[in-house]
């Protein structure tokens, strides 16, 4: 009996410190609910436990998207593919003319603080 209490605490403290590990060198993109601190704090205090959790709770799939995850329109791969050519180069030249107001001396200052209301 006393064999199997060393075997279980033995792969018991592998796990714990396996899940330490993964939690920590996941890019915080890769953690659902809360921070990565918060996760890695669960998984520290509560050692066979918050492993589970992490695992089950708190670790995004790769390829998972989250509703809690936003991609920008101008950045999502899939999005890119739906529109044209056309309309992605119309998109660029608008940013562009964006930016060259936002830069123009003439403007005065591009910030908008030495306007009055």
Same mark, same amino acid.
């Given at each position: ?25 996941? %890019? *915080?993109?890769?953690? &659902? ?8 704090? +669960?998984?520290? !205090? ?30 999502? %791969? *899939?999005?890119?593919? &739906? ?8 998109? +660029?030249?608008? !940013? ?22």
């Amino acid at each position: 009996m006393a064999r199997f209490l060393v075997i279980g605490g033995f792969v018991a403290a592998i796990f714990w410190i396996y899940s330490i590990v993964d939690c920590a060198v996941q %890019p *915080a993109t890769r953690h &659902r609910g809360v921070s990565k601190g918060a996760w890695i704090a +669960i998984v520290v !205090l509560i050692p066979v436990i918050g492993g589970l959790l992490w695992f089950v709770l708190g670790r995004r799939r790769p390829g998972e998207t989250g509703g809690d995850l936003f991609i920008p329109l101008d950045d999502d %791969p *899939a999005h890119l593919r &739906r529109i044209s050519e056309a309309e992605q180069e119309r998109r +660029i030249q608008q !940013l562009e003319a964006e930016l060259s107001r936002l830069d123009d001396p003439r403007d005065g200052d591009a910030t908008g603080a030495g306007e009055r209301p």
